[in-house]
């Protein structure tokens, strides 16, 4: 039989992919504090060498899962959204945080450790800068979003991550139950000021 030989590019997303897997794995079972780099290596059956040849510790790893998780939802979004069987409707949770909570959904089986593990709460913590960024081209790019001139900007950003990511420790700690549009139409009853369509003002900076 005939071995089929990857491209390099190719050989080193399935090692990145193990590698993921492994921690994930790990993160659902133990502190992160106390998950080593040998575990990560044993777990995902590669050498020490391939793994530094990726990363340089568990840390530069977790910051890793995060960016490949928000550049998957910042891919564009219209086509993906609507491959999810989703489409964005007036007064609907911004796009961006909507096609967040399908990818969370679809892929639960690798992220559920980081979401439900005893860690859960650092990666969520992690997350948010990524998710403040989301949110800020979000309501700048959005004209029918409403938003209060009374209100600083950045406050409002940290209104909206703070909920989403209390959204998603609730969902995950329900085994993901609900659809993503359910848990769209619970963030938009509790946030329909800042994120439904409406009258159209300027943003209050400080």
Avoid at 183 to 206: D, M, R, V
Wanted: glycine share 4%.
């Amino acid at each position: 039989m005939l071995r089929t030989v990857l491209d390099p590019d190719r050989r080193r997303q399935r090692t990145q992919q193990a590698i993921f897997d492994a921690f994930a794995g790990l993160f659902a079972v133990e502190n992160y504090s106390d998950i080593t780099v040998q575990q990560i290596i044993r777990e995902a059956n590669i050498g020490r060498s391939t793994f530094y040849d990726h990363y340089q510790s568990k840390e530069d790893l977790l910051d890793d899962l995060c960016v490949d998780m928000f550049h998957h939802v910042a891919s564009p979004r219209p086509s993906t959204l609507q491959d999810h069987g989703f489409e964005q409707r007036p007064g609907e949770l911004m796009p961006a945080l909507t096609h967040l909570l399908f990818h969370l959904r679809e892929d639960n089986a690798r992220l559920r450790g980081l979401l439900t593990g005893t860690s859960s709460g650092l990666f969520l913590k992690k997350i948010k800068p990524y998710l403040h960024a989301l949110v800020k081209d979000e309501l700048r790019a959005d004209q029918h979003c409403y938003l209060c001139d009374e209100v600083p900007e950045d406050f409002l950003i940290n209104h909206i991550v703070g909920c989403f990511t209390t959204a998603v420790d609730w969902w995950a700690s329900h085994d993901f139950k609900e659809s993503p549009i359910t848990l769209n139409s619970y963030l938009c009853t509790l946030l329909p000021a800042e994120i439904t369509a409406g009258e159209h003002t300027s943003i209050h900076k400080k």
